[in-house]
């Protein structure tokens, strides 16, 4: 079992940033690779970036690329999205997630077998 507990979503104005944390509990922290999704509401939940087990292989989804950053600190166990230059249609929740199985070459086909409650993120004109 692995344990997720995010923090950092709220409001901000577009071209704003946030950072999210997501801090995990439960199994080794780098024996699996760990991502962030977001859904708005009425659409699916997808991927917004991911993570290697090391931290060296990072994947982001074509929307966020130059804006978002994916990080993780295995000596806290957390990992951490920061979002700079929010635009309106990057309004979800975001959730972490933790995927024991993906290959670093393969985050964007991220399965998660874990995740957390999802924070709320909303960016305002």
């Known amino acids: 079992q692995v344990q997720l507990v995010e923090s950092g979503g709220g409001l901000v104005q577009a071209g704003g940033s946030l950072r999210l944390s997501c801090a995990a509990s439960?199994?080794?922290?780098?024996?699996?690779?760990m991502g962030w999704f977001h859904q708005a509401p009425g659409k699916e939940r997808t991927i917004v970036a991911g993570v290697s087990r090391r931290g060296f292989t990072t994947y982001y989804t074509d929307s966020v690329k130059g804006r978002f950053t994916i990080s993780r600190d295995n000596a806290k166990n957390t990992v951490y999205l920061q979002m700079n230059n929010l635009t309106l249609e990057d309004t979800a929740v975001y959730y972490c997630?933790?995927?024991?199985?993906?290959?670093?070459?393969?985050?964007?086909?991220?399965?998660?077998?874990?995740w957390g409650q999802g924070t709320q993120v909303t960016v305002s004109s």
């Open positions: 997630a933790v995927d024991q199985a993906v290959m670093a070459n393969a985050l964007g086909r991220m399965r998660p077998d874990y």
């Open positions: 439960g199994r080794t922290f780098t024996s699996y690779a």
